[in-house]
């Protein structure tokens, strides 16, 4: 028997007070007042309760904003593109129609257009950081990408900390350390150069943890490390096995593969327009949670950007720990080129202590001091003749 059933028949067959059936059972005795007149008038129906859903909803969304909703999130996933509520909105207001996200975030659930992901960490758990300014801070790394024929290759990016705008994307069929070099030259050449870099410790960004890489007293590291020391740049890199430390990038990696599993390329030149379309959505259409549901392209222009600290004294002395080899040589990298300064085979296995100082390099001995050579280096030429 129905609650209200039970209610009723205590007033209608008991004879009871509407007091006591309120006591009685624990309801108030408006309700028990309520029911009883609508038995008078409806009889058993009665009985069963009655929806509590008002019979107009002034402020529900329009159907036909509903199925715009909808059809942009189908639109969005299909193009391999961030379908959230942020972005939703975002392009609803282009529209000139505006809608809180989480009304919209109401009707892709009640669609079954959301997908519980209960094993998610909570994002009050999360540890972020982000640099204060634009050009604070860079950071960099490659992935691969497979044509459509099968063929690997790799795309490298930078990414400004601060904003998330992407700074450069191309893609290459390997990335070497001139790639890094030249990209990064050419990003810095249009946007500033940056106060610090950010990267994993791949061959291409640094030779810390490799023999004879930087932080060892013989070496003095690779064409970007060298460039970086000459321009006064902080370079920081990662911890080995310790992606999240470049999460921004790394992030932006699974975004881009979204993009491009629903856009293949066939060739280089074709994955090369692909990226283009996709960074400049990125960075002017698409709303990022990171940085206040901004574009990047308006956080990164927002307030003014950050360089490099100068050293005090702009004639930077580098000093290079080496050994002479059999044919009389050393290497020396300077602006992304290996450099071969011929001294002389009577010096051959000769440890010394090569200063350079601007273009000039000086070459002593380690253990006496005595002076041997000098050059004047000229970066187009592979072999260095020392100076008369």
């Not at 209200?4 to 007033?11: G, H, M, T």
């Not at 050009?135 to 044509?147: A, C, I, K, P, Y």
Request: overall charge positive.
């Amino acid at each position: 028997m129905a609650k209200y059933e039970i209610l009723i028949k205590a007033v209608t067959v008991q004879h009871r007070s509407y007091g006591e059936v309120a006591a009685r059972y624990g309801v108030s005795k408006t309700l028990v007042h309520k029911l009883h007149h609508r038995w008078l008038t409806e009889g058993e129906a009665a009985y069963q309760p009655r929806s509590r859903r008002p019979r107009s909803t002034p402020n529900r969304t329009p159907e036909s904003v509903r199925l715009r909703v909808i059809a942009l999130r189908d639109e969005l996933t299909a193009q391999g593109l961030d379908a959230g509520a942020d972005t939703i909105a975002a392009h609803l207001s282009h529209e000139k129609t505006h809608l809180s996200r989480t009304t919209i975030w109401r009707i892709l659930t009640a669609t079954g257009k959301v997908s519980p992901q209960p094993q998610k960490r909570p994002r009050s758990s999360w540890r972020r950081f982000a640099a204060d300014r634009p050009n604070e801070l860079w950071q960099s790394d490659f992935t691969h990408v497979t044509l459509t024929d099968g063929t690997d290759t790799e795309v490298i990016g930078w990414i400004d900390d601060h904003s998330r705008y992407m700074l450069h994307l191309s893609a290459h069929r390997r990335v070497t350390g001139r790639t890094v070099t030249d990209t990064f030259t050419d990003t810095a050449a249009r946007h500033g150069y940056p106060t610090a870099t950010l990267t994993d410790n791949g061959m291409v960004y640094t030779t810390r943890l490799a023999r004879g890489g930087r932080g060892r007293p013989d070496g003095a590291g690779n064409g970007f490390e060298t460039l970086l020391a000459d321009l006064g740049i902080t370079q920081k890199n990662g911890k080995p096995f310790k992606p999240t430390t470049q999460g921004k990038i790394e992030r932006f990696w699974q975004t881009l593969k979204k993009y491009l599993h629903a856009h293949p390329a066939a060739s280089l030149t074709q994955l090369q327009t692909t990226l283009d379309t996709f960074r400049d959505y990125y960075n002017n259409t698409r709303p990022h949670r990171g940085i206040g549901r901004r574009t990047p392209a308006f956080a990164y222009e927002l307030i003014p950007k950050a360089a490099p600290t100068q050293p005090a004294d702009p004639n930077i002395w580098r000093v290079r720990y080496d050994t002479i080899d059999n044919d009389g040589k050393i290497t020396l990298r300077r602006s992304g080129r290996l450099l071969h300064l011929g001294i002389g085979r009577a010096h051959a296995r000769t440890e010394i202590i090569c200063l350079v100082h601007n273009s000039n390099a000086t070459i002593i001995t380690l253990n006496t001091g005595e002076l041997i050579a000098e050059f004047t280096l000229d970066p187009t030429k592979n072999y260095q003749r020392k100076n008369d």
